[in-house]
T-cell receptor
């Protein structure tokens, strides 16, 4: 699986958009970009994933560059409850028969402040 | 519905003791993963089951670590002759069959070896 690079930490004011970048310059054509977050003392939580098109769900938006070498997770209106470590993960898709492990890095620690 | 549950949530073991950590996945989930998370680090893959078959155990750090899922539902991670370096949070995750599905994580078991 391709490696990812994320800044170790970021701050964001409550109510503002949080933009978390991720570099994955060695990504392959069959690899998806996934984002998970881990709130203190909890297990990781899935946020969103995408292949090459931008994606949006109720939690966040994912913007993937055209060359797929980087992406940005956007939390449109950050709240104090969004304070967590955010992991960008590149994951091979094998199809419907076999699941694939997640390879976490050290992530970005997002601190949302008043 | 119920999420992934793990027990115990906390375990203190003296060096040399054997421990068993339990994971109850979401009902019907075919895939089950174990991860180890050291303090300040991201989770690291240990092993993966599809139903009762252990398809990947490449992440198990030594032969003291053993995992099973005999009936394709509940899984147990056993660590024999615990060492201080085994101190970590052990996370279990489950997902439906297929590599694109998100993994649902339990809260983890914090193991402290003294």
């Amino acid at each position: 699986d391709a490696k990812t690079t994320q800044p170790p930490s970021m701050d964001c004011a409550e109510g503002r958009a949080a933009n978390l970048p991720c570099n994955h310059s060695t990504i392959s054509g069959n690899e998806y970009v996934y984002w998970y977050r881990q709130i203190h003392s909890q297990g990781p939580q899935y946020i969103i994933h995408g292949l090459k098109n931008n994606e949006t769900n109720e939690m966040a938006s994912l913007i993937i560059t055209e060359d797929r070498k980087s992406s940005t997770l956007i939390l449109p209106h950050a709240t104090l409850r969004d304070t967590a470590v955010y992991y960008c993960i590149v994951r091979v898709a094998f199809g419907t028969g076999t699941a694939s492990k997640l390879t976490f890095g050290t992530g970005t620690r997002l601190q949302v402040t008043l | 519905g119920a999420g992934v549950s793990q027990s115990p949530r906390y375990k203190v073991a003296k060096r040399g003791q054997d421990v068993a950590l339990r994971c109850d996945p979401i009902s019907g989930h075919v895939s089950l993963f174990w991860y180890q998370q050291a303090l300040g680090q991201g989770p690291e893959f240990l092993t993966y089951f599809q139903n009762e078959a252990q398809l990947d155990k490449s992440g198990l750090p030594s032969d003291r670590f053993f995992a099973e899922r005999p009936e394709g539902s509940v899984s147990t991670l056993k660590i024999q002759r615990t060492q201080q370096e085994d101190s970590a949070v052990y996370l279990c995750a489950s997902s439906p069959s297929g590599s694109l599905y998100e993994q649902y994580f339990g809260p983890g078991t914090r193991l402290t070896v003294t």
